[in-house]
């Protein structure tokens, strides 16, 4: 591991905290639009004004944060800062693996949900007049060890990684999103599922894997009603 820590000597880390300070700004702005979205009080008040619109809201929901988040992709681009830390030797090697694995892992995900589903394909196609999550209550092999799997490899695959001034300030935002945002969507699984939720939330933990609270198969089966 190579670290430096150019703020403590380098003058010109004056425009760079202009930029890194913009893109803190920016990352703000879109956690904020992409949750905004996401509440119920909003997606009522679209459903009772635009009717039209609903059955199309998820995939607009999903475009837009994808558009949005290419500003800030860019400006995390255009303005990287200078290098604090980069991974070298047999510990890099180490971290590119877990990177990489948990990346495939990523790529699987798909397969253990409804994509149509997720995406807003199905409820488009359907025609549906209200915006209820139809999703039932699954527990993969991965959702054995975490709740949250699929942020808990994000932030495996982020802070494996090289890191620039932009890169960490970016990782501080997207750590802080998933961590407030899993604990805000575990109020609305709670109110979708229940007691089932709550005795799977009892036995497995959020975003950090612990072998001692590894959920069976077999109370998996339990959980769902299966």
């Known amino acids: 591991m190579v670290l430096r820590l150019p703020f403590l000597h380098n003058q010109a880390m004056g425009p ?39 059955p199309a809201y998820r995939l607009a929901y999903n475009l837009v944060a994808l558009l949005a988040l290419l500003p800030v992709v860019g400006l995390m681009s255009l303005h990287p800062g200078p290098w604090l830390w980069r991974w070298t030797g047999p510990l890099g090697w180490l971290l590119d693996g877990l990177a990489l694995g948990a990346v495939g892992l ?56 090289d890191m620039s001034a932009a890169r960490l300030v970016s990782a501080l935002a997207i750590t802080a999103y998933l961590v407030i945002g899993s604990r805000l969507e575990e109020q609305k699984l709670i109110a979708r599922f229940g007691e089932a939720y709550r005795r799977y939330q009892e036995r497995v933990p959020g975003l950090l894997p612990r072998p001692w609270r590894v959920l069976s198969r077999e109370e998996a089966r339990r959980l769902q009603g299966g």
């Open 16 to 54: 760079t905290a202009v930029h890194l300070s913009l893109l803190a700004l920016a990352w703000a702005a879109y956690g904020a639009l992409h949750s905004l979205l996401a509440v119920e009080g909003v997606k009522a008040w679209v459903a009772a004004r635009f009717p039209a619109v609903v």
């Open 106 to 161: 990523l790529g699987v995900g798909p397969a253990t949900y409804d994509l149509r589903e997720f995406l807003g394909l199905r409820a488009l196609q359907e025609g549906r007049g209200e915006l209820i999550d139809h999703e039932a209550f699954r527990i993969s092999d991965l959702h054995r060890h975490v709740r949250h799997p699929w942020y808990a490899l994000c932030l495996l695959a982020l802070w494996t990684r």
